[in-house]
């Protein structure tokens, strides 16, 4: 399975637009990047997947660059309830299992 | 919007007792997963249970672990002879997994396992 690289901490303001890049160079070409976020003592939450490009839900973007070697998760004005760990997992499909890191413990102050 | 329900959300156990852990994944799902995290700790994958049998289990998931799925629904963890160290939040989590799309595994909040 791909390694993952995050940054281990951000801190942002209310409003502002976060932005957590993952690195994944040696992704393989069946790997999807998936982004979840993580309240303390809740379980992981699904945010957003993608293969390529770009892809756009109601809670965030992300971005994905032609060589897949990294990802980016946009965050669009965040609010002090986004203060949570975000985690880049880059894994198979087909029911194959996810790998977690550190990932990115956000917080966000007013 | 279905989710993934675990029971019990806390247990609290003495050292040596048998444990099990319950967990109802998504109806139309096929694959399911246990993972664990202590506490300041990360996400650890434990196994992974498809078709009736694991598929791929980690090196925690030693012999004192087991998984079933005794009916339809019910996906359970046993933890035959509980340690100090087994406490941790257990995750529970599965996934369609349709070919051709990504991996969007979904997890429950978690059984709070404290080992005294």
């Known amino acids: 399975l791909a390694k993952t690289t995050q940054p281990i901490s951000m801190d942002s303001y209310e409003g502002q637009e976060v932005n957590i890049t993952c690195s994944h160079n040696n992704i393989a070409t069946n790997d999807y990047i998936t982004w979840y976020q993580q309240f303390p003592s809740q379980g992981p939450r699904f945010i957003i997947q993608?293969?390529?490009t770009k892809v756009t839900n109601e809670v965030a973007s992300l971005f994905i660059p032609a060589d897949r070697k990294s990802s980016t998760l946009s965050l669009p004005r965040v609010s002090l309830s986004d203060t949570a760990v975000y985690y880049c997992?880059?894994?198979?499909?087909?029911?194959?299992?996810?790998?977690f890191g550190q990932g990115t413990e956000l917080s966000v102050k007013p | 919007e279905p989710e993934v329900t675990q029971t019990p959300s806390h247990q609290v156990t003495q050292m040596g007792q048998e444990v099990i852990l319950r967990c109802v994944p998504i109806s139309n799902h096929l694959y399911f997963y246990w993972y664990r995290q202590i506490l300041g700790q990360k996400v650890e994958f434990l196994v992974s249970f498809y078709n009736n049998e694991i598929s791929e289990k980690s090196e925690i998931f030693d012999d004192q672990f087991s998984v079933e799925r005794p009916d339809g629904s019910n996906f359970t963890l046993k933890i035959r002879s509980t340690k100090l160290e087994d406490s941790a939040m257990y995750f529970c989590?599965?996934?369609?997994?349709?070919?051709?799309?990504?991996?969007?595994?979904?997890f429950g909040e978690g059984s709070w396992l404290t080992v005294v």
């Open positions: 997992l880059v894994g198979p499909n087909q029911g194959g299992k996810l790998i």
């Open positions: 989590a599965s996934t369609r997994s349709v070919a051709g799309s990504g991996n969007t595994i979904y």
């Open positions: 993608g293969y390529k």
